[in-house]
């Protein structure tokens, strides 16, 4: 049958918008193969695929957009691999069971013949940027598109994407500027804390902030029978600071006793001036926003008139993974990775709390975070703590969105409302009180150096917070699984009986959680 002219027309026009909807859902190939997008572009198209549906997965990309993305950062490939056949779960002895293995040298030789066509002197160690001995994961140096195109055709491969591009934030500009509007530069002692309004002195001095009160979580009752004692809980940050002897030489006084702490390092130095890529940077918090999170869940309960965290007697470890809480560069990324396999390692670790994230996903984040969950530690993620670029329209971030992951974000005091900076959306299950509406005061905890406190808010401190509340109930039950200790933190929380599509089971009671406050 002949289609009407007027009826054919719109039938072309209906197909046209839809191919342009559909394009637009797609990166888009460059006109020219060997011009790599430019920021602006990579940026642009990251940005519409997280508005359209809420996460970017580089492995839904084409070649030419991951060769572009690393050639506008620092040309660092992660490539997960895998013997041939094999969909299965990672097994956690990867690194030296042979088919593995054997997978991982078949992919360096590709890489390798494929990058020499272009640079024939190139080594085995010329590719190799960061060193793996956990994961089935290899961090490698790549230049050309065309090793990315035959990675791609690959059974031996899982993935293979930058990790050292996010956008609006070049790795390579993270100058004093920078670090000031990624959550760093504002830990200094708070001036005009009231007493009685801000926090409430302790009877040996110290301060309990505001929103330890028990209308809001119960933890002032809840420390008559538990104060974390026995739980060993690892912050994943920009490390702690050397100066703030809370969390060195006086992490142990007044009613903190017998508990440890130790101060690691994952983040890998960059490889300029000489310096190899493998070397690590020391454990000393550059930022100030590490030392914050570990004093909201751990600090000492001391006599020195300092801020005391959720779980005062619970072990700690903080380890500085990143420069700061925008995981963007390769460095960050290995070193993050690096931190949840040496928290899973720890046969005495039980939480993991990590208060940064990032915009797009990383699969070797992924892997490190499946590999800490299969070793049966909780872990809590921040939702999201908006910059001035992402407020308005970003939920909950990566890592927080995965399923192993334990979103936490933060309320105001009238306990409906997210805090001004916070995200929220279908993947937080928990919320922690941080902000006074009334003069908009956020949390007590440490300085970077002495004893007078800070203030720091946003979904970071939300998440240290619920690590410490979590690490006071399991303290109380220490004998329970993962899965019984997340079951008593739900039937403690406020949304316990309608889960919100916002804040998930919402406040926690701590009290109730270890038997002596009434739900």
Known sequence: MRIPTLSAALLALLLAG??????????????NPQEALSPQQLDE???????????FDWNQTTPHFVWSALTRSDYVLSVGYRPAGNTGAIPTDAATDPTWQAARQQVLALILAEERKVRPELTLNDLLAYEENVLPVLD????????????????????????GYEPNRAAANKAAAGLSSSG????????????????????????????????????????????????????????????????????????????????????????????????????????????????????????????VGMAYNASLITIRASEDVFIDGSREVKGVSDAYILAANRADVRIISMSMGRLTNSSQMTDAIRYAYGKGKLLFCAAGTSFDWTAGWVGVIYPASLPEAVAVTGVKDNLTTRCDECHTGADVEFTVVMQRTSIDRRPLTLAMSGDAPSTVGGSSVATASMAGLTAMVWARYPTETRAQIMSRLVASSSNRN???????????NVGAAVGVLPL
């Open 140 to 163: 490698v140096t790549v230049r050309e598109l065309s090793t990315i195109q035959r990675l791609r055709e690959s059974r031996l491969v899982r993935y293979a994407e930058p990790i």
């Open 498 to 508: 309608a889960r919100s599509s916002s804040f998930g089971w919402g406040r926690v």
């Open 45 to 55: 198209q990251i940005m519409t695929r997280l508005r359209q549906s809420g996460s």
């Open 184 to 307: 760093c530069g504002n830990n200094t002692a708070t001036a005009g804390l009231v007493a009685g309004a801000d926090y409430t002195a302790l009877s040996n001095g110290s301060k309990s902030s505001w929103n330890q009160a028990d209308q809001y979580h119960g933890v002032r009752a809840g420390w008559s029978q538990s104060t974390g004692e026995g739980i060993k809980l690892v912050i994943i940050d920009s490390g702690s600071s050397d100066t703030q002897e809370n969390l060195g030489s006086a992490f142990n006084q007044g009613l903190s006793t017998g508990r440890t702490i130790e101060r690691l390092v994952t983040l890998p130095r960059n490889s300029l001036f000489g310096i190899p890529y493998g070397a690590q940077e020391t454990p000393n918090d550059g930022c100030g926003h590490g030392t914050s999170m570990a004093g909201a869940a751990a600090a000492p309960r001391g006599t020195d008139g300092a801020a």
């Open 18 to 31: 839809c191919q342009r909807e559909a394009d637009e859902q797609q990166p888009q190939p460059a006109e």
